[in-house]
């Protein structure tokens, strides 16, 4: 499994998936964010939350930027305005990404939470077989 850098010279790394092709979704996304005039400050504001993200990890971040929606599964959220990307804690200080979307409802979105979710479970397939790499 390949892994792409979202953040740069942190501490902890936030990643995410990159596919056959070579392409990022989630960064894709964050680039389509920025692109956009009314949703720029989204994306600044999710890079900003992951340069602060502290020694102890993002777990000692304010709950209004990060915080668990599914325990079972370790699923986790970062949060700016309406927008959430799901995530899990990886090996070491590893956080990975795996979907940006716009939250519509009070409720994060079950198709969502089982995309981070099968996610998750390639991913610790991927570390029992030794098939992990980050990129930059």
């Known amino acids: 499994m390949q892994l792409r850098k979202l953040n740069q010279g942190q501490e902890w790394q936030v990643v995410a998936p990159v596919d056959h092709r070579g392409d990022c979704a989630v960064e894709a996304f964050l680039e389509e964010l920025a692109d956009n005039r009314s949703t720029k400050a ?10 602060r993200i502290p020694k102890e990890g993002p777990h000692e971040l ?8 599914d325990s079972a599964n370790q699923i ?5 305005g309406s927008y959430r990307v799901l ?4 090996q070491g200080r590893l956080i990975v ?3 940006v979307f716009m ?7 079950e198709a969502e939470k089982a ?8 991913y610790l397939t ?3 077989e030794n098939k992990v790499v980050v990129v930059g």
């Open 42 to 51: 989204i994306a600044a504001g999710l890079l900003a939350i992951w340069s």
């Open 62 to 69: 304010p709950t209004d930027w990060f915080h668990c929606v």
């Open 76 to 80: 986790y959220e970062f949060i700016k």
């Open 87 to 90: 995530c899990f804690v990886g």
């Open 97 to 99: 990404c795996g979907t």
């Open 103 to 109: 939250k519509k409802q009070r409720k994060t979105p």
């Open 115 to 122: 995309r981070a979710v099968a996610l998750r479970k390639a």
């Open 126 to 128: 991927a570390v029992a």
